[in-house]
């Protein structure tokens, strides 16, 4: 649905008015498209209704007021774009939507930077499971002596040591898409969670 624009009479308010809107346009354009509408259609009808009131001021000074009681749009859409960004991350699961939002949501708290350095770990996952594809023999889950050495990719003077063993071998790829899913899909339902309950 395409937003109506409010007609000034003047051209400098109706200027002043696109430009507002144009910003708002910018600020939320990587929300969804309905997400999007919906911001626009508020503060559309917000500027609608304070025009309506009717004052001694001129057309321009009014409209300037109101935009200013409203705010800066990069500004006050700061909350409200962080909180719908991670709904439309935990709703799609999908990781490029899941980093955008924990960037945005960096600042709101704790437990956003946790969430982050989880996420920065699982993607850790993948990339020893490229460097496994590329040196087979040098990456995986190392033990020495019976007890945890290393889950990357080892020295090669380390290799020739006896008391070091691989313990995955060609489970190693597998078992690493295996956790990596589980986690992820784990991590994204927590933030799910989390979010359900900041909202209440």
Same mark, same amino acid.
Request: hydrophobic share 40%; net charge positive.
């Given at each position: 649905?395409? /937003?109506?624009?409010?007609?000034? %009479?003047?051209? $400098? ?12 346009? +910018? ?7 309905? *997400?999007?509408? *919906? ?17 001694? %001021?001129?057309? =321009? ?11 800066? &749009? #990069? #500004?006050?859409?700061?909350?409200? +774009? $962080? ?5 439309? !991350? =935990?709703?799609?699961?999908? &990781?490029?939507?899941?980093?955008? !939002? ?41 033990? %020495? *002596? ?33 956790? =990596? ?6 991590? =994204? ?7 359900? /309950?900041? %909202?209440?």
């Amino acid at each position: 649905m395409k /937003i109506k624009e409010i007609q000034f %009479k003047e051209t $400098a308010s109706q200027r002043i008015y696109r430009s507002y809107m144009k910003r708002i346009e +910018i600020t939320v354009s990587s929300l969804s498209k309905s *997400d999007q509408q *919906d911001v626009l259609l508020e503060f559309n009808s917000h500027i609608y209704e304070g025009l309506a009131r009717k004052t001694n %001021k001129h057309e =321009t000074d009014h409209l300037l007021d109101l935009l200013e009681k409203l705010g800066e &749009p #990069e #500004e006050v859409l700061k909350p409200l +774009i $962080a909180d719908k960004k991670l709904e439309q !991350a =935990t709703r799609t699961f999908n &990781p490029v939507h899941l980093f955008k !939002a924990i960037a945005l949501n960096i600042g709101n708290g704790i437990s956003y930077v946790v969430f982050g350095i989880l996420y920065i770990c699982l993607f850790g996952f993948v990339i020893l499971i490229y460097f496994k594809l590329k040196n087979p023999d040098q990456v995986g889950l190392y033990f %020495k *002596d019976d007890s945890f050495m290393l889950l990357g990719k080892l020295n090669s003077e380390y290799m020739k040591n006896p008391n070091v063993t691989e313990i995955l071998g060609n489970w190693f790829i597998p078992a690493l898409v295996g956790i =990596t899913l589980i986690a992820y899909l784990l991590l =994204t339902l927590l933030l799910k969670f989390k979010r359900s /309950i900041n %909202k209440h």
